[in-house]
């Protein structure tokens, strides 16, 4: 069994060693990262490799900080990249959608537009599992092993996903419900006088 005391000392030896490497790299990697993604992206590109780098603490070989730092920031970068192509796709790909055939796909409850506004407003992460499980069809095994969890992770994950875009679609709905009677109490009002 290893001394409570040992463990804090270690601890403390691994966050001292973090903070060293964010003080001595943290400004380059943040330098590379702002030339290939904004500056807002290049802040988050940041915290990912640090928070990866703490992970990973005991795989990083000293005197290696520098390049194991840029490789992660790389990778880093190029999943965003992925990941804003996956959404000009899929946003390309909803406006292709025929309208005639969305009134069966949404229930006939809001438009294509609607849709792609509602996915726009969920995290990446909702809107992942929303798109795994229901727009590529992935079974829920396959879904959960796409998204790097278990089937039950995905289930609650999927269950919370579907719940918040429930709600952003209810509010769109009681939005427009709210502007067309106000439209149509101004109408009202205006072929009175």
Known sequence: ??????????????????????????????AYASHRV????????VSEVFAVAWRRLD????????????????????TEKRQVADWVALHQRLQE???EGLADHADGIVEQREVVAA??????????VLLLRYWYDLAGRDAAI????????????????KRRFAEIIRLKITESG???????GQSQTGAAR
């Open 1 to 30: 069994m290893v001394p409570a005391e040992h463990t804090r000392a270690a601890v403390a030896a691994d966050r001292q060693r973090l903070t060293d490497l964010f003080l001595r790299h943290g400004d380059a990697i943040y």
């Open 38 to 45: 904004t500056a807002e992206a290049a802040k988050d590109v």
């Open 59 to 78: 795989s990083i070989r000293p005197g290696e900080e520098r390049p194991w730092l840029f490789g992660v920031a790389r990778r880093v970068i190029a």
């Open 97 to 99: 959608f025929p309208g």
């Open 119 to 128: 996915l726009g407003r969920l995290s990446e992460a909702d809107r992942e």
């Open 146 to 161: 796409a998204a790097g969890c278990s089937q039950a992770a995905l289930a609650v994950r999927l269950h919370r996903a």
């Open 178 to 184: 709210s502007t067309t009677h106000s439209n149509a």
